[in-house]
């Protein structure tokens, strides 16, 4: 078994690989590290970067903090700390200030998302698509190395007040009964798969109550797969993991793993694609997806080399997500039409197979809006944008236009084409957010139902598969 050695920003000194580059480059990575969160394993420093393309490697700025991603000033303000030696609190304190400048709750995620039940919110779910709810347990709120421009970032820094957290299954469970619309739960974080089978079982077995029934897929948002693949292959309870999928698969429910791919070279290394024949094997499916990041993955052949390894390793292209309004955006996106160019240079290699990848797509606050292409409309430069997701689903499918501009990154930067004043569905998004803000009055009693005490979920019917060999 191989352990998963893990490294953060107290031992930068001490990751041989890093010496070759100039003390300088460390020191400031150390500056940066304050603010932003750094943890990177064995496995990605000697198996994923290529240390003779360090530090332009992509993979190598996948999960090394960069210099660009503070501000000059806010570098220079955590360089003068450290080099006047203060104390840790001082400068924790210092990178709390800048960390709070940096939207830590996009797209509404606190105010808008948390459903409520009881007169209370319900912590550590988000609710805010008809058919799928979101679910974060406490105990999975990290990951096995963490991406430089991870949107989740504020959950791995200290104050627990930014922290999502659910140890309340039986809420979860009560609130599922309660809302039959939904027909799909993902288990997200941080990365659940960092949490042992075992306490990942306490999560997910409840969701397997008879009860449940309109429960009809399962799907665990990780990137396990590229950090650690160990997990499905060789780590004490990767066996009992994939039992668990089996086991989900047995009560006739869709399993999948929204796997988190950056990068091509994150599926060539053998035990990747051991995990994966693994996984296959219980039955649950591979979906990906990933924001298109500056510098990682911003040419349209590394996504189409994504994609078509993904289609022969029989994995589902998703997402292509544009980089979220958060943290060091300023760093790391892309405007939005230069992310179309890449996505349609990706997707006009791709076989029909491979097009079920979407995108670029924004993860925003009235909901996912697809940037389906940029037209030339009676005169004026668009780009044509629908909603995949939205907060009133009536929204989706109908394709609406803003005027072109090529610096816009982001749906708050783009205005209505055509002279309108607003988008189509900005009146009755200012309803849907009244309604949630007026206190969440009309969620406060939930449908009569009975709630009656929550049923023992049935003992597991699986049968051991065959498919399942040892590594
Ligand atoms: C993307 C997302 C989902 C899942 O959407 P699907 O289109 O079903 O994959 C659910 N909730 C939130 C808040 C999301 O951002």
Request: proline share 8%; with cysteine; aromatic share 10%.
């Amino acid at each position: 078994m191989r352990r998963c050695r893990v490294f953060t920003r107290e031992d930068i000194d001490s990751i041989p690989e890093l010496q070759a580059l100039s003390r300088d480059h460390r020191e400031t990575m150390k500056a940066v590290s304050w603010v932003f969160p750094f943890r990177v394993n064995e496995y990605v420093i000697r198996e994923l970067i290529d240390w003779s393309a360090a530090p332009e490697d992509p993979l190598y700025r996948l999960v090394f903090p960069q210099p660009g991603m503070l501000l000059p000033g806010q570098l220079s303000e955590i360089q003068g700390l450290t080099s006047r030696g203060v104390s840790e609190e001082e400068l924790e304190q210092a990178a709390r200030q800048i960390q709070l400048t940096l939207n830590v709750h996009p797209a509404g995620q606190k105010a808008l998302n948390v459903p409520w039940m009881d007169g209370r919110p319900l912590p550590g779910v988000q609710h805010k698509y008809r058919e799928t709810l979101l679910f974060f347990p406490a105990a999975g709120q990290s990951c096995h190395s963490y991406c430089t421009y991870c949107f989740r970032w504020a959950q791995f820094t200290r104050p627990d007040r930014f922290r999502f957290e659910s140890h309340e299954t039986s809420s979860l469970l009560r609130y599922l009964q309660l809302h039959r619309e939904v027909n799909s739960v993902l288990i997200t974080g941080g990365d659940p798969l960092v949490m042992r089978t075992k306490v990942l079982r306490r999560y997910v077995e409840p969701l397997l109550d008879p009860s449940l029934d309109h429960i009809r897929s399962i799907r665990f948002g990780t990137k396990s797969l590229s950090y650690w693949p160990y997990r499905f292959v060789s780590d004490p309870d990767a066996d009992d993991l994939l039992r668990l999928f089996e086991e989900i698969r047995s009560t006739g429910r869709h399993v999948a793993l929204m796997a988190h791919v950056s990068h091509p070279r994150e599926l060539e290394t053998p035990v990747v694609r051991q995990a994966i024949r693994r996984i296959q094997g219980a039955g649950a499916v591979i979906r990906t997806q990933s924001p298109i990041v500056r510098g990682v993955n911003d040419d349209a052949d590394s996504w189409a080399t994504l994609w078509r390894t993904q289609v022969q390793l029989g994995l589902v292209p998703y997402y292509m997500f544009v980089a979220r309004d958060t943290g060091a955006q300023h760093y790391f996106k892309l405007p939005l039409a230069e992310a179309l160019d890449v996505y349609n240079g990706a997707f006009r290699q791709l076989s029909g197979l491979g097009r079920t990848a979407r995108g670029p797509v924004m993860s925003a606050t009235p909901g996912k809006v697809l940037v389906t292409g940029v037209s030339r409309v009676a005169g004026e430069d668009v780009f044509v944008l629908q909603f995949l997701q939205g907060r009133d689903p009536d929204w989706v499918g109908r394709p609406f236009f803003a005027r072109f501009d090529p610096q816009a990154a982001w749906l708050d930067e783009l205005r209505p084409a055509f002279g309108e004043s607003e988008f189509f569905f900005e009146s009755r998004f200012r309803e849907i957010k009244a309604a949630l803000a007026a206190g969440q009055v009309s969620r406060r009693s939930p449908p009569a139902l009975s709630a009656g005490p929550t049923p023992k979920p049935p003992a597991p019917t699986y049968s051991w598969n065959r498919h399942i060999q040892k590594s």
